[in-house]
């Protein structure tokens, strides 16, 4: 099975992309960090995988079209996308600037939205037709955690998927995603330090949470791989959080 990681250059990514790499060849889709990028590819490759590092910004619908060919070709087929490509640009509604709102949307969910489209050809073309498009999201996009741009972003994400499902359910696609709540990343430090300097406005009692329900990412590459091996999940928002959804 050949499946392609965005965003797979570090944090969830990036063990994502390495637990498949176990059974799977993988692409290691970055933006720019090209370096990281290849360290995952060559530490893919030294637990058997056919892997490679495919540069592309996910917010260019010609860029994700050629990654996706590109990727098809290098893996000799395409099984399943990952989307995990996200940014965080955090700050109150008041200081968020038109630009860090579009950056946030365009990425994460638009992105997205890219890849699935550009994906779907290929996963039906499929000897047996069909595959997986998994998305990264988050519980900020049930419950409005961390802040607008963000929770907009991934409650959007949360639409397509249920909305995909629908649409590439007949054709054997699986679409579905999972909904993270802290997770010990670079990007979560950067939530963490956020909500600290506005004194948890808005989300009271969220600093005992964070501690609480944080996760190593190997839970989320443990379940993006239970999503692959199970064949009657249809447009599930999961939640991997330890409860933090109940909070």
Same mark, same amino acid.
């Not at 099984?79 to 579009?102: C, F, H, K, M, Y």
């Given at each position: 099975?050949?499946?392609?990681?965005?965003?797979?250059?570090?944090?969830?990514?990036?063990? @994502?992309?390495?637990?498949?790499?176990?059974?799977?060849?993988?692409?290691?889709?970055?933006?720019?960090?090209?370096?990281?990028?290849?360290?995952?590819?060559?530490?893919? =490759?030294?637990?058997?995988?056919?892997?490679? &590092?495919?540069?592309?910004?996910?917010?260019?619908?010609?860029?994700? &079209?050629?990654?996706?060919?590109?990727?098809? &070709?290098?893996?000799?087929?395409?099984?399943?996308?990952?989307?995990?490509?996200?940014?965080?640009?955090?700050?109150?509604?008041?200081?968020?600037?038109?630009?860090?709102?579009?950056?946030?949307?365009?990425?994460?969910?638009?992105?997205?939205?890219? %890849? /699935?489209?550009?994906?779907?050809?290929? +996963?039906?073309?499929?000897?047996?037709?069909?595959?997986?498009?998994?998305?990264?999201?988050?519980?900020?996009?049930?419950?409005?955690?961390? &802040?607008?741009?963000?929770?907009?972003?991934?409650?959007?994400?949360?639409? +397509?998927?249920?909305?995909?499902?629908?649409?590439?359910?007949?054709?054997?696609?699986?679409?579905?995603?999972?909904?993270?709540? !802290?997770?010990?990343?670079?990007?979560?430090?950067?939530? %963490? /330090?956020?909500?600290?300097?506005? =004194?948890? $406005?808005? $989300?009271?009692?969220?600093?005992? $949470? +964070? !501690?609480?329900?944080?996760?190593?990412?190997?839970?989320?590459?443990?379940?993006?791989?239970? +999503?692959?091996?199970?064949?009657?999940? $249809?447009?599930?928002? @999961?939640?991997?959080?330890?409860?933090?959804?109940?909070?």
């Amino acid at each position: 099975m050949s499946v392609l990681v965005t965003g797979a250059s570090r944090g969830i990514g990036r063990s @994502i992309a390495l637990h498949l790499a176990e059974t799977h060849d993988v692409g290691v889709q970055y933006h720019t960090s090209a370096d990281a990028a290849a360290t995952v590819v060559a530490e893919a =490759e030294q637990k058997g995988a056919t892997a490679v &590092d495919l540069q592309a910004d996910v917010r260019d619908s010609t860029a994700v &079209d050629d990654l996706l060919a590109e990727a098809a &070709d290098a893996l000799s087929g395409l099984d399943a996308v990952v989307n995990n490509a996200g940014i965080i640009r955090p700050a109150p509604i008041t200081d968020l600037s038109d630009e860090d709102w579009q950056e946030v949307i365009e990425t994460n969910l638009t992105g997205a939205f890219y %890849v /699935a489209r550009a994906a779907v050809p290929y +996963l039906r073309e499929n000897d047996e037709p069909g595959g997986d498009i998994i998305s990264i999201s988050s519980i900020g996009g049930t419950g409005g955690t961390v &802040d607008t741009s963000y929770a907009a972003s991934k409650a959007g994400l949360h639409g +397509l998927t249920r909305a995909l499902a629908r649409e590439v359910g007949p054709d054997n696609i699986q679409a579905n995603a999972i909904a993270p709540g !802290p997770v010990t990343t670079e990007m979560n430090d950067e939530i %963490v /330090a956020y909500l600290e300097e506005i =004194e948890f $406005h808005g $989300h009271e009692n969220i600093d005992t $949470h +964070l !501690p609480t329900y944080a996760c190593d990412p190997a839970e989320i590459a443990g379940t993006v791989e239970y +999503l692959l091996k199970n064949q009657h999940i $249809h447009g599930e928002i @999961i939640n991997v959080n330890g409860g933090m959804q109940f909070q």
